[in-house]
């Protein structure tokens, strides 16, 4: 076995943070085999966030997504 050195830089490792994701969806049946699925996700939903390295910050993010589907 050896004994890993971090030798400085992104790869350091970093401190626990927390961080809150919301996600929410509406599957709509349109009749037959027809549908729509919606779904919205927020990502950060508190606040900013430090992810992977203490001065990469990332906002607030929001994806909506609709889906067609006819089997």
Do not use: C, W
Not at 30 to 47: C, R, V
């Amino acid at each position: 076995m050896s004994k890993m050195q971090y030798l400085g830089g992104q790869n350091d490792p970093q401190a626990a943070f927390k961080r809150l994701d919301l996600a929410a969806g509406k599957l709509i049946k349109l009749g037959g085999n027809q549908s729509i699925d919606i779904s919205l996700s927020l990502q950060l939903a508190l606040n900013k966030n430090t992810d992977f390295h203490e001065r990469a910050t990332a906002d607030n993010l929001i994806y909506l997504a609709v889906e067609y589907r006819a089997l």
